[in-house]
């Protein structure tokens, strides 16, 4: 791991947050800006997607997310390996279903970020959903 400045963390959260708002607003220019020609990506469900299939996924009108709030900067693991970043985050998910139904659920996210020509872009990413454990009284 390198030393980085704090503008480097910065530069990688303000894409994340970016990512995130173009996913809620079902946004596909900007997610084609914002991810990797090669992006590998994994929804909670376990399906893999390629960078198309990820954004044709997430861009259907009235279906997916429909926010997304953040733990934030502080709570978020944001680590560099030369050009490469590796984010460990956790995000509060609004999703909406085929049927219409509105689902809340906390997804832990694992995400890298790769800097090219002076940009980030998104090159893999992994949400797991967090399941709420059953605790005895």
């Known amino acids: 791991m390198i030393s980085v400045q704090s503008t480097t963390v910065q530069e990688v959260w303000d894409v994340l947050l970016n990512i995130d708002k173009a996913l809620v607003e079902k946004n596909a220019?900007?997610?084609?800006?914002l991810i990797s020609p090669d992006f590998i990506?994994?929804?909670?469900?376990?399906?893999?997607?390629?960078?198309?299939?990820?954004i044709q996924h997430h861009c259907k009108p009235g279906?997916?997310?429909?926010?997304?709030?953040?733990?934030?900067?502080?709570?978020?693991?944001?680590?560099?390996?030369?050009?490469t970043a590796v984010v460990n985050r956790r995000a509060h998910?609004?999703?909406?279903?085929?049927?219409?139904?509105?689902?809340e659920y906390d997804v832990q996210r694992l995400e890298v970020l790769l800097k090219a020509n002076n940009e980030w872009q998104l090159v893999s990413g992994q949400g797991t959903q967090v399941m709420q454990l059953a605790r005895p009284n």
């Open 29 to 33: 220019v900007e997610l084609e800006r």
């Open 93 to 103: 998910s609004q999703f909406k279903l085929p049927a219409g139904n509105l689902v």
């Open 41 to 54: 990506g994994a929804a909670p469900t376990g399906q893999s997607f390629t960078k198309e299939a990820y």
């Open 63 to 83: 279906f997916g997310i429909m926010a997304l709030t953040e733990e934030g900067i502080d709570a978020t693991a944001i680590r560099f390996y030369g050009n």
